[in-house]
């Protein structure tokens, strides 16, 4: 039976060749086919739910949290944003071979500064079904083949989406190396993505602090990475309260369970009781747990608990 180095390494070889391809088409070229592969990804959704569904139903038997789960989930809304973002995408301008920078010598050379593609890139996720569309598209757009390893929670729902994607590129010509995604979610393969210094250019971890940080410390491949993903909103003294209430409310409420979820919200002293009382009732309706600092305490008593330092650095991704 194969290793997993050498399964990289037929892996890498092949997005090799991928890359290739990719840096030479051009910008109505790229486009066409993600214009194509939303069309592609629409017409394929109830296929997608009943992947997602096998997915989602795994994790629930197995008690994962209600925001894992929320994360995990494609609902018809879910799908159209990717579709959507697909066609998004390919409205941006091509960045691959823009001129960001250009000087000229005192004896006429011309020196500039080009954007060209990266190369191979590697990207490791959670269970995010989504990324799997996010990823291929932006690689896609930039000239970069990507090597996808999505968690095993997520399996059947990336396999689903990927297929379609895969299909509709293949359809434009587009080489079988352009993006590929590992079915393999063993450790082993992680290990030798993070090994493969000389297939893979660039290592971009999607997920959590650990899996973020265990990528960062094993990984002899370059790596992109974030660590927390704490959002805050400051509403000050002469803003628009009522706005206010309605984008805290949506910001903290709608999906707390994703990365740009409101965690902590902060609140110009003149305002605060008038703001706080307003708001933590539509909060509290909201089942959201609230924790403040002394003059939070103050003005809203009971309703509070005690934050303390360790609360504000917390990615709680709940409510």
Not at 11 to 22: E, F, K, P
Not at 40 to 57: C, H, M, S, Y
Not at 86 to 96: H, Y
Not at 173 to 200: P, Q, W, Y
Request: some cysteine; proline content about 3%.
């Amino acid at each position: 039976m194969m290793n997993a180095k050498t399964r990289m390494r037929e892996i890498t070889d092949r997005a090799r060749c991928g890359a290739v391809v990719l840096s030479r088409l051009n910008a109505d070229e790229k486009n066409e086919i993600l214009f194509l592969m939303a069309k592609e990804l629409n017409a394929a959704r109830e296929n997608i739910k009943k992947a997602n569904l096998v997915d989602v139903k795994a994790a629930e038997k197995s008690g994962k949290t209600e925001a894992f789960i929320d994360r995990l989930e494609l609902t018809d809304d879910r799908i159209d944003g990717m579709c959507q973002m697909m066609k998004d995408v390919a409205k941006i301008d091509d960045p691959v071979g823009s001129i960001i920078e250009r000087k000229e010598r005192p004896n006429g050379l011309r020196i500039e500064k080009v954007r060209v593609p990266i190369g191979v890139i590697g990207i490791i996720y959670e269970a995010r079904p989504n990324v799997t569309a996010d990823c291929i598209s932006l690689c896609l757009k930039s000239g970069n083949a990507v090597i996808l390893r999505g968690g095993s929670d997520s399996i059947n729902s990336n396999k689903a989406i990927y297929s379609v994607l895969r299909e509709a590129a293949l359809k434009r010509g587009l080489d079988d190396g352009a993006f590929i995604l590992v079915e393999d979610t063993s450790r082993d393969l992680v290990n030798a993505m993070l090994e493969a210094s000389g297939g893979i250019d660039l290592i971009m971890p999607r997920g959590g602090e650990s899996l973020i940080r265990e990528v960062s410390e094993k990984s002899k491949v370059p790596v992109i990475k974030h660590y927390k993903g704490i959002c805050s909103i400051y509403v000050d003294d002469e803003g628009d309260l009522t706005m206010a209430v309605k984008l805290c409310i949506k910001a903290k409420v709608e999906r707390p369970g994703v990365c740009n979820a409101m965690e902590t919200m902060l609140v110009h002293r003149d305002i605060a009781e008038e703001f706080l009382k307003k708001i933590s009732e539509k909060l509290i309706i909201a089942g959201v747990k609230i924790k403040g600092c002394v003059e939070t305490i103050k003005i809203l008593g009971k309703r509070v608990e005690p934050a303390v330092d360790e609360d504000y650095a917390t990615e709680w991704l709940d409510l």
